[in-house]
């Protein structure tokens, strides 16, 4: 079964860095686009980035462009999304994500990260 455990969130003030890690198992890793996903208190989930299988290609939202960096390491089965100049706004439940060829569709557990004055 598709394993996907999120590590790494937890409370911030604005302008600090986190940085998300994201452990997969029981498929090919290396074979398929990683995203990240997040869901804010009361609203509905919001895209933030993606990244290719070999990690070459990376996607972004506006609203982190700039500020978060996704990543991955195939050899550990991780991926990462590097989180930078974290504003309020960033408060949400973080997730990620993969589609495999078979069409099922994984996400973690996801991990809280909060962005305080």
């Known amino acids: 079964e598709v394993h996907l455990v999120e590590s790494g969130g937890g409370l911030v003030q604005p302008g600090g860095s986190l940085r998300l890690s994201c452990a997969a198992s029981?498929?090919?890793?290396?074979?398929?686009?990683m995203s990240w996903v997040r869901q804010a208190p009361g609203k509905g989930p919001e895209w933030v980035s993606a990244?290719?299988?070999?990690?070459?290609?990376?996607y972004y939202a506006d609203s982190v462009k700039g500020r978060f960096t996704v990543a991955r390491d195939n050899a550990k089965n991780t991926a990462y999304l590097q989180m930078n100049s974290l504003k309020p706004e960033d408060t949400a439940i973080y997730y990620c994500n993969t589609v495999l060829d078979t069409g099922g569709d994984y996400w973690g557990q996801g991990t809280q990260v909060t962005v305080f004055t």
């Open positions: 990244i290719s299988s070999g990690g070459g290609i990376t």
């Open positions: 029981e498929f090919t890793f290396g074979t398929y686009v």
